[in-house]
């Protein structure tokens, strides 16, 4: 069975870090890419991150970029997702998913923001920004 679970997800303050983990189980990370997603309350799911399959080429949301980081280890079928100077505005449940799509530039296109292409999905962790 295919499978991910994400772990991490806290109540931190304005300013603050967290580091979210993604397991995966029934298959290899390197055959997939991974996208990082987020739904806040009342609002659509939205797109992150997205890390290639060999760990390489990383895209990253506007409203993230230069505070967020992805990697990924497929050795230990980890993928990671470490968020700095956190902002209320990243309260939301994250969901880590997997694509079997491994085209090199796959990252850079539109499709890999697409979370209805992904083919595994993580349950989430809430990750709340507040004082």
């Known amino acids: 069975q295919l499978q991910l679970v994400e772990s991490g997800g806290d109540l931190v303050q304005p300013g603050g870090s967290l580091r979210l983990s993604c397991a995966a189980s029934g298959f290899s990370l390197d055959d997939y890419t991974i996208g990082w997603f987020r739904q806040a309350p009342g609002k659509e799911r939205e797109w992150v991150s997205c890390?290639?399959?060999?760990?390489?080429?990383?895209k990253y949301a506007d409203s993230v970029k230069g505070r967020f980081t992805s990697a990924k280890v497929n050795t230990k079928k980890m993928a990671y997702l470490a968020m700095n100077s956190l902002k209320p505005e990243d309260t939301a449940v994250y969901f880590c998913a997997a694509d079997r799509d491994t085209a090199p530039s796959y990252c850079s296109t539109v499709r890999s923001r697409q979370g209805w292409r992904y083919d595994v999905w993580g349950q989430g962790t809430q990750v709340t920004v507040s004082a």
């Open positions: 890390i290639s399959s060999d760990g390489v080429r990383i």
